[in-house]
């Protein structure tokens, strides 16, 4: 198991646009790692190092940089950056701002390029990149080529990245020097919570949540970044936990008790997340007995408490957290306790795809039907289609209450219950 701290920043800048530059400890000896040979160096976690397979290692001095004004060209777009000032290093790989330029050799945008020597990360952060192209609330990947290096004929992987105009949380709470009010942090937590519920309904997980990896792009707003040791899993295999930045994990990491990264230890990160931003401090990893203290409202508390509290009681995803952040009632799910063996029929707009809620209940064990019948045992109700008139209901739903009035032992709940009967358990 690694452990991934901070990365080096240039000029005391952590992180504008940069994603995914880490240090790395394997027992308790700070490892470089982007390669195929390990080089343990006892260094500081706050000066170099990187994130990469066990026993895989290249020091950073390995990559070749790129020069201030050179123009590389990516093979995949055939559109052509122009390298500019470097915003970040480790051991991991650099990150550069970047001008994309246009035909006649114009700036067409500021962007951020990164280069890295480790593959797997970079095929993690293109997938991820890629899954959430649609996301506003997600840093943008523009493109993603190999470059070809001088030396050996190895290569240079290269992300380019929508550029963060304000850096990142950590920057930018700490030029603000105060804590954010409690309607702006409930808005972008919320925001950010939507991203997270689309990787968490798809049986992923970020595993670095953390004020250096959220950014701040226009007008304020947050944006998720840094995907490079996310993880998507089968149904029912669990990953084991392979690295983590051991700033923003609880105890049963460190001392190896929790072996599998499941979404309420992503829960965990959002919520010291809030809390440091409605302390005004990123610097800070707050403990249950510190929340007292915060000045907000009493939910918010409430919420944080829950969040980075012990793991069989925080909530369970970040659909489940987004519910009590935006104050959404949820129903009891004591009379049905599962869906296993049961024939399930949705009915109305649900907050994910219907093919990825249909493939939900079929990983729990649940028949999926189109039509209510007498065979029907849950009918999950999601919110009202447009098509119906204010104070109509669907024909599923008429046909379900129909059956309930003759006797027929069905159930109908919420996206929520339905969510909650579906979660893997922790």
């Excluded at 050996?152 to 603000?176: I, K, N």
């Excluded at 392979?242 to 923003?248: D, M, R």
Aim: one cysteine or more; a positive charge; hydrophobic letters at 40%.
């Amino acid at each position: 198991m690694q452990a991934t701290c901070d990365f080096v920043t240039i000029d005391g800048a952590r992180g504008l646009g940069l994603h995914g530059v880490h240090p790395e400890v394997t027992n308790g000896r700070w490892t470089v790692a982007c390669g195929t040979e390990t080089t343990p160096h006892a260094i500081d976690p706050d000066h170099g190092g990187a994130i990469g397979r066990p026993g895989a290692a290249v020091p950073s001095s390995a990559m070749e940089a790129l020069k201030l004004g050179q123009v590389v060209k990516s093979p995949v777009s055939g559109v052509r950056y122009r390298i500019g000032e470097v915003l970040g290093a480790g051991g991991f790989g650099r990150a550069y701002r970047a001008q994309e330029l246009g035909r006649r050799g114009q700036v067409v945008d500021e962007v951020c390029l990164k280069t890295t020597l480790d593959q797997s990360s970079w095929h993690r952060e293109s997938y991820f990149g890629e899954l959430l192209r649609r996301s506003a609330r997600a840093i943008q990947t523009l493109d993603s080529f190999p470059l070809v290096t001088r030396r050996g004929g190895g290569f240079l992987y290269c992300l380019v990245l929508e550029l963060a105009d304000g850096g990142t949380v950590a920057d930018y709470l700490e030029r603000a020097g105060k804590p954010w009010s409690s309607a702006r942090a409930r808005k972008e937590i919320a925001a950010l919570l939507r991203v997270l519920d689309e990787l968490h309904g798809a049986s992923a997980t970020h595993r670095d949540i953390t004020p250096m990896n959220i950014f701040v792009c226009g007008r304020g707003t947050l944006k998720l970044g840094d995907f490079g040791i996310a993880r998507h899993e089968l149904a029912g295999k669990p990953m084991t936990v392979e690295a983590f930045n051991p700033a923003f994990v609880t105890q049963g990491f460190i001392a190896e008790r929790h072996r599998h990264w499941l979404a309420v230890d992503d829960v965990y990160q959002m919520g010291q997340l809030l809390a440091m931003l409605l302390r005004g401090d990123a610097e800070t990893i707050v403990t249950p007995a510190m929340v007292a203290s915060i000045d907000c409202e009493d939910d918010l508390r409430a919420i944080i408490k829950r969040a980075i509290g012990p793991r069989s009681r925080r909530y369970a995803d970040a659909y489940e957290m987004l519910q009590a952040v935006e104050g959404t009632p949820q129903t009891s799910t004591a009379k049905l306790r599962s869906l296993q063996g049961k024939t399930v029929v949705f009915t109305g707009v649900l907050s994910l795809k219907r093919f990825d809620a249909e493939l939900l209940a079929l990983q729990a064990g649940a028949t999926v039907a189109k039509e209510v019948t007498r065979s029907t045992d849950v009918v999950v109700q999601g919110g009202r289609s447009p098509r119906y008139k204010k104070g109509h209901k669907g024909t599923k739903l008429q046909q379900a209450q129909a059956l309930i009035s003759r006797g027929q032992s069905l159930q109908i709940i919420g996206e929520a219950e339905f969510r909650a009967l579906t979660r893997p358990k922790a």
